[in-house]
Nanobody, 120 residues
């Protein structure tokens, strides 16, 4: 069983920065893609950014040029550096990991979510 623990959310003023972290623990044969989704009140959950095990990154248009995703494969941790934050970035941010269990089965695990609020 794989668990994800997120940290780093909070309240920030427009134009400010936050850094989210997500650490995976448990028994895994392999981790593949990791990334972040977010869900704003009254809206569907949406992809923010993801990163492959080789470090190839992908960003959705609303965050391109402002957010940066990083990964430490040894620590099984991903990060999301969020700069130039806007009120519309306010949401609960969820990290996820996809991989293969020691039984050879694919899995996807999600974190519990961390609140990011951008407001003056």
């Amino acid at each position: 069983q794989v668990q994800l623990v997120e940290s780093g959310g909070g309240l920030v003023q427009p134009g400010g920065s936050l850094r989210l972290s997500c650490a995976a623990s448990g028994t895994m044969y392999r981790t593949d893609d990791m990334g972040w989704h977010r869900q704003a009140p009254g809206k569907q959950r949406e992809l923010v950014a993801d990163i492959t095990s080789a470090g190839i990154t992908n960003y959705e248009n609303p965050v391109k040029g402002r957010f940066a995703i990083g990964r430490d494969n040894i620590k099984k941790t991903i990060y999301l550096q969020m700069n130039s934050l806007k009120p519309e970035d306010t949401a609960v941010y969820y990290c996820y990991v996809q991989g293969i269990t020691t039984n050879g089965r694919p899995f996807t695990s999600w974190g519990q979510g961390t609140q990011v609020t951008v407001s003056s």
